[in-house]
């Protein structure tokens, strides 16, 4: 397995008056991207939110205490297990998405086939707009 940086940007968040009071939702789906960070710094595990939302497809997300890169491995691990529960479920996807996150630092990765990509770029809490940027990109 290749592991290798990657940076990408994208958006497709919308954001419409009439739909949860202007708040950025996922497009095509009443979802705040609000409410899905919050479910998961709240503890929710991606199980949990699958099974109360199944039209999402979530990334794996596996925190640790200030050390992003110890929490790589069980990221990648729990991507690839994601990966071959799917192909095994006859349901195929393009990417598998992992976040290894302490809740004030995010790192992002992506499993494509046997490739495990990884962002070159730290994202911080403080500045919840580019988190959201990349999370858009997950669930697109």
């Not at 202007?22 to 099974?51: H, N, Q």
């Not at 999402?56 to 491995?73: D, F, P, Q, T």
């Not at 992506?110 to 858009?136: C, F, Q």
């Amino acid at each position: 397995m290749n592991i290798m940086p990657e940076k990408e940007s994208t958006s497709r968040i919308t954001m419409e008056a009439g739909k949860r009071s202007g708040k950025p939702c996922i497009r095509g789906l009443r979802i705040a991207v609000y409410d899905v960070l919050g479910w998961l710094a709240a503890g929710m595990t991606t199980s949990e939110i699958l099974e109360d939302f199944p039209e999402l497809e979530i990334a794996v997300v596996e925190a640790k205490n200030e050390r992003i890169a110890a929490g790589y491995g069980q990221c990648v691990a729990e991507m690839i297990a994601a990966q071959r529960y799917n192909q095994r479920d006859g349901k195929e996807l393009p990417h598998i998405y992992g976040v290894v996150t302490t809740g004030h630092a995010w790192k992002f990765l992506r499993l494509n086939e046997t490739v495990i990509y990884i962002d070159r770029e730290d994202y911080y809490i403080n500045d919840p707009a580019k988190i959201i940027g990349v999370l858009d990109v997950m669930l697109r």
